[in-house]
Structures are given as C-alpha cells and as structure tokens.
C-alpha cells in the first residue's frame, strides 16, 4: 500500500520558471492539502480540496494554483518561480471532515535560484 | 486565531523520559495531536487526545491536556535513540467543511546514548 506519493522528490528552478508537483493517493481519501514547511515556521496551508472538483485557498496560498481533476490527485503548480518558494512541500490527505489524521507523503524539496 | 507554540530543541539520554510541551490559544479546537518527523520523511501521526480528555496513554507514550491552561504535553518514557525526530503539535477544529489542522514549528528531540 503506498499511501501519499509525491513527484518529483527533489526538484531545481530558475526564478521565472514553471513546474508541477504531483501528489497521488491510494486510499479513497476526500480531502488533500499541499503544506510548506520552512525553518522556523513549521507547517503552513496553501491550498486543500474536500473533494474532486473543489480546491480552497488555505493560509499562503499566492503564487500558487491547484487542481483535483481526479480524486486521487492533487495537483500543485507554480506558475513563475520565485526565490521565496524555496521550499519542502509536503501533500496529505485525510478520509474524514471530523478529524485531523493526516497521512503525509514524503516531502518535494524545491529550489528556486 | 489560532496559534501552536513550542520549544524547538530538547536533548534528552537514553533511557530518560522525554516531556516535550505545547501550548495553543484556540479554545474551540476538537482534537490535539502529536505527529512526528524522521529526517528525510513526512509526518506521521503518533497520537491523539479529544479534547475533552485529561490524559492518554499508549505504550511509551502519555499525553497530557490542561484545558485550563491550554496545555498539551507528549512524555515518552525509556527514550531510545529512534524517537530522536521531531515533534509537532497540532490542533483541529471544524471549518467549512474540513478539519482545520494547526502545527506548531516543531520540537527536535536529540537522544544522547
């Protein structure tokens, strides 16, 4: 069972640049989220879904677009890379609205020079 | 709004207790959670306490809740050089239709042998 998958693991832009992460899960979960966590800030929302078709803002979510075509996927895209989006970028998912179990991938370290 | 805050480094020796503590502000919140981080690996939740519980107990591990004071803490007893890791704090509430999950930045726990 593979859980939270995320694509690609490691990851370098130059500022200006575009890219995608991918983030697949296998366990019919409703709910996704994409995080950033940086030192000293821990873990921040910047976008989630309750299901395919929806995506919601969450607490930082400029310079980014999202996309749940599919429920097993939630897309993460940057449209022109900024230094600041230097990152670990970590997709989780949950299969309940009433609780805060969430299943985490392992993380997409992005660079952005 | 809502806030989670913590320590950032504990070192502890083997075989001690490890009492790692956290504080939020959002009295509304349902559940409380412990996650931990393995270098190079995403979360994973490690335990949960309702809020409406004092205490939990699981193996190794005791968690604490002062309600009063919100005031979380995560004892681990007998530390062995695996729970080295880092430790986050986390509150859910319901909103809109998901869980809102709020992480603290993280405490880094050193397990000397």
């Known amino acids: 069972n593979a859980g939270v998958t995320q694509t690609p693991k490691f990851r370098v832009l130059k500022t200006g640049q575009s890219m995608t992460l991918l983030c697949a899960q296998d366990?019919?979960?409703?709910?996704m989220y994409w995080y950033r966590q940086d030192p000293g800030m821990g873990l921040r929302l910047i976008h989630y879904?309750?299901?395919?078709?929806?995506?919601a803002k969450g607490e930082v979510p400029d310079g980014y677009n999202v996309s749940r075509l599919k429920k097993q996927n939630f897309l993460l895209g940057l449209e022109s890379a900024a230094p600041s989006q230097t990152s670990v970028y970590f997709c989780?998912?949950?299969?309940?609205?009433?609780?805060?179990?969430?299943?985490f991938g392992e993380g997409s370290r992005l660079t952005v020079l | 709004g809502e806030d989670v805050e913590q320590s950032l480094f504990l070192s502890v020796r083997e075989g001690d207790s490890s009492v790692i503590n956290c504080t939020y502000t959002?009295?509304?919140?349902?559940?409380l959670y412990w996650y931990k981080q393995e270098p190079g690996a995403g979360l994973q939740l490690l335990t949960y306490?309702?809020?409406?519980?004092d205490m939990k107990q699981d193996q190794r591990l005791t968690v604490l809740l002062n309600k009063k004071d919100k005031h979380l803490s995560l004892r681990i007893a007998d530390t062995q050089t695996g729970d080295s890791a880092i430790y986050f704090c986390?509150?859910?509430?319901?909103?809109?239709?998901?869980?809102?999950?709020?992480f603290g930045i993280g405490t880094k726990l050193q397990v000397i042998p």
């Open positions: 989780a998912s949950s299969g309940s609205a009433s609780s805060g179990e969430l299943f």
């Open positions: 366990m019919n979960h409703e709910y």
């Open positions: 879904s309750v299901g395919e078709g929806t995506t």
């Open positions: 959002d009295s509304s919140s349902t559940y």
């Open positions: 306490i309702f809020s409406n519980m």
């Open positions: 986390a509150e859910s509430r319901g909103s809109g239709g998901y869980q809102k999950v709020t």
